[in-house]
């Protein structure tokens, strides 16, 4: 299993990029556009971790910026009907903790921006990585790792999502102290409707 290429830029395109080892052998790494945000010029030197994914008639290297990144990948190719370029597009939407956020939010609207994602394979989605998420990935964000357990308190978990979203901690606690719900998801469904009023 290849886990990591290192050396140099070779090519940059909007879906790959080409990494060129000391070796002399170059690979070509489809890539997300957060991913892409994270890649040099050509010439310059850069390590990416990759999943690879075998097929029967072609073997595709994925590269990722980040490790959370990468387990999100694994997570979304986990998803019955989500296949790898779809994965990809997902992660293209931004950071991995807005999609945690996301997920955590049940934002079907976020996901179905876009393409190639309906409204089933959207709530398919967040049914399935809600739960598993925060779990799976320790994604950084200001300093702190976002994880999310079962036994934390929902109040909590809502007004980092809030915090995460871009709100800040007044906003958020402000926006939870009229939110009704026994879940975090419940409360941050809650709190973004009084947002948006």
Do not use: C, N, W
């Not at 957060?34 to 097929?55: D, F, I, K, W, Y």
């Not at 990585?129 to 357990?149: C, M, Q, S």
């Amino acid at each position: 299993m290849i886990a990591l290429v290192a050396g140099e830029v070779f090519v940059r395109r909007p879906d790959h990029v080409v990494v060129e080892t000391a070796s002399g052998v170059g690979y070509r790494l489809a890539v997300s556009a957060e991913t892409l945000r994270h890649v040099p010029a050509a010439g310059e030197s850069v390590s990416l971790l990759t999943h690879l994914v075998v097929r029967d008639d072609a073997l595709a290297l994925y590269g990722f910026a980040t490790e959370e990144e990468r387990d999100l990948f694994l997570l979304l190719i986990g998803v019955q009907s989500v296949g790898p370029k779809m994965a990809l597009a997902v992660l293209s939407g931004g950071a991995p903790r807005e999609l945690i956020a996301a997920l955590g939010a049940g934002d079907v609207k976020r996901l179905t921006a876009v393409p190639g994602i309906g409204k089933r394979t959207a709530e398919r989605i967040i049914v399935e990585l809600r739960e598993k998420v925060g779990t799976a990935t320790d994604v950084p964000a200001g300093g702190g790792d976002i994880t999310v357990r079962r036994a934390d308190d929902p109040r909590s978990l809502a007004r980092e999502g809030l915090v995460e979203l871009g709100f800040s901690m007044e906003e958020a606690e402000r926006l939870l102290s009229g939110a009704a719900g026994d879940t975090p998801e419940e409360l941050l469904q809650q709190a973004l409707k009084a947002a948006r009023a």
